[in-house]
């Protein structure tokens, strides 16, 4: 059995591998998410499935890997990412043509109503008929969009990018930034905290791409949703973890909401009412570290 219907054996959705390190891929199970990996090293490869799995599973060669096998497999390589570049950049040609044909936010929105947030910081956002829409950016460039319905569903833009991709809450008078997984919660953030950026990194998992992306300095904390329910189920805690991922890599501290019924500081500061604003401002600020390495890109 080659190494790639091993690991489609397994639950991975692949169309073709790559050598030399771990890679994250989605799975039958989670096609979604980017629940599996794999690391193929030739005459050896290691395939999880991490809702499934507990163990690493290990391939071996039935034939030592030659050097003509490694030739054809780096020929597909290269020929699969000419194809998947080539759409990416159809899908962002594509993406940005949308966006530059949505109309602007006005007044309200009825999943901002829902979270209890004002228009305050989002002068930056479009409609999609009743979709919220958030631009993602990428070294200054538009690389995605994420659209949220009136019930607070939240879908990307087919094909394109989302690693390192972000969006910025920035004022000009800020003396601290904030790193946040979602959009409500950023904006809840920002709302609370009227001397910070505040950077909206979409998901967990994108935390640190962005953390490396923008070389932050200054005072700095990473705002982390607390994932309790799923610490519970699976003995860890995506957003604490990540978070922490994200702080180590930037040199900061790490904020998160405790004793709340809620996930995130958008919970917690509908959760704690009129006393909100203040205690959030207090808890998030005790997370904050002074971080002195030169920005070498601009947040934004």
């Known amino acids: ?70 030739a054809r497999n780096d020929a597909m390589l290269r020929a699969m990412r000419r194809q998947e570049a080539a759409k990416q950049a159809t899908a962002i040609k594509s993406m940005r043509e949308h966006w530059n044909g949505l ?4 007044g309200a929105h009825p999943y901002l109503a829902k979270k209890s947030l004002s228009m305050m910081g989002c002068n930056g956002l479009r409609v999609a008929g009743d979709l919220l829409t958030i631009p993602v950016s990428r070294d200054g460039s538009l690389i995605s969009l994420q659209t949220i319905s009136p019930e607070g569903a939240k879908k990307y833009r087919f094909g394109c990018p989302i690693k390192g991709g972000y969006y910025l809450l920035r004022r000009n008078s800020a003396v601290v930034t904030c790193l946040a997984e ?69 040199g900061c501290g790490i904020a998160y909401p405790e004793g709340i019924e809620g996930t995130d500081w958008a919970d917690a500061l509908t959760e704690w009412g009129e006393a909100g604003p203040g205690r959030l401002r207090t808890e998030i600020m005790r ?11 601009a947040a934004g």
Request: net charge positive; charged share 20%.
């Open 103 to 106: 109309k602007p936010l006005w």
């Open 182 to 250: 979602g959009f409500a919660t950023g904006l809840a953030i920002y709302q609370s905290m009227p001397q910070a950026n505040i950077v909206v990194c979409f998901d967990a998992g994108n935390m640190v791409s962005v953390a490396r992306q923008l070389m932050l300095s200054g005072m700095c904390v990473v705002c982390a949703d607390n994932d309790s329910e799923t610490a519970q189920k699976t003995g860890f805690n995506t957003g604490i973890e990540r978070g922490r991922m994200a702080a180590d890599e930037i």
């Open 1 to 70: 059995m080659m190494f790639i219907d091993f690991c489609r054996a397994h639950g991975l959705i692949l169309d073709y591998v790559t050598e030399g390190r771990w890679i994250r891929t989605k799975t039958v199970n989670h096609p979604c998410k980017r629940n599996g990996a794999y690391k193929f090293l030739g005459d050896i490869g290691f395939v999880q499935e991490h809702s499934t799995m507990t163990e690493v599973a290990i391939w071996r060669a039935e034939k030592p890997f030659t050097a003509a096998d490694k």
């Open 287 to 297: 997370g904050a570290r002074f971080v002195g390495r030169n920005l070498t890109r």
